[in-house]
């Protein structure tokens, strides 16, 4: 395991995080740690399909080739 790295939460979200904790009968760390790899996942997806896009896009720009809407 990696070292521990702090996270101040609004008082509001303490009291959610335990409420949801103790509902699904795990720690809010396991909690924390579950939002914060979907969130990456998510986020790491839509960066990528960014990339694509843009290479699609320059591709376009310099070749004047498209896929048509029927194809």
Same mark, same amino acid.
């Given at each position: 395991?990696?070292?521990?790295?702090?996270?101040?939460?609004?008082?509001?979200?303490?009291?959610?995080?335990?409420?949801?904790?103790?509902?699904?009968? #795990?720690?809010?760390?396991?909690? %924390?740690? =579950?939002?914060?790899?979907?969130? !990456?996942?998510?986020?790491?997806?839509?960066? #990528?399909?960014?990339?694509?896009? %843009?290479? =699609?896009?320059?591709?376009?720009? !310099?070749?004047?080739?498209?896929?048509?809407?029927?194809?």
């Amino acid at each position: 395991m990696s070292p521990t790295k702090g996270v101040k939460l609004y008082d509001t979200t303490q009291q959610r995080l335990a409420a949801l904790a103790r509902i699904r009968d #795990r720690s809010s760390h396991w909690l %924390m740690c =579950r939002a914060i790899e979907s969130f !990456l996942d998510r986020e790491e997806h839509y960066e #990528r399909e960014k990339r694509e896009d %843009m290479e =699609r896009w320059e591709r376009y720009q !310099l070749t004047g080739v498209a896929i048509s809407h029927e194809a």
